[in-house]
């Protein structure tokens, strides 16, 4: 199973790059992330052609939004769990500052939020991360995960 994030902006700040490479680095082979950059345009309809071009085929695309749905870490480890008994690739969409067309949202398998709060693109990308690394680790029976 391949997980993907395709995020809008590039260059990002150190401690973005350092935050996810550490995460990243912590997954095993089998259940890898690979962050996908594109550079941000002047409108989300410009964002969202270079968006649908780095989706990986066959991959199930969940859209971040503050509109989605509210998921908890536990149940992101049952989806990971599923996905990879399933065997499907998943790529979530983190959109620019004006946030994601709405034909990608449209075209989602679904939406989610991170938080009720509106997060920087940046911000969003390492609590992502964080979070898949965290599913992993409860399906692990890793203490890093507490209740």
Known sequence: MRLTIVSVGHKM????????????KRMPADCSIEI??????????KEAVKIAAAIPKGSRV?????????????????????????????????????GLDPSLKTNAQAMWRLSSLTLPHAMARVLLVEQL???????QGHPYHRE
């Open 13 to 24: 700040p150190d401690w973005v790059a350092t935050a996810t490479h550490d995460y990243i």
């Open 62 to 98: 969940i859209a971040l939004d503050e509109r989605g749905k509210d998921q908890t870490t536990q149940h992101l480890a049952t989806q990971l769990a599923g996905w990879r008994q399933e065997g499907f690739d998943i790529t979530f969409l983190i959109g620019g500052a004006d």
């Open 133 to 139: 690394y965290r599913a992993w680790t409860i399906l």
């Open 36 to 45: 996908k950059e594109i550079k941000p345009d002047l409108t989300p309809a």
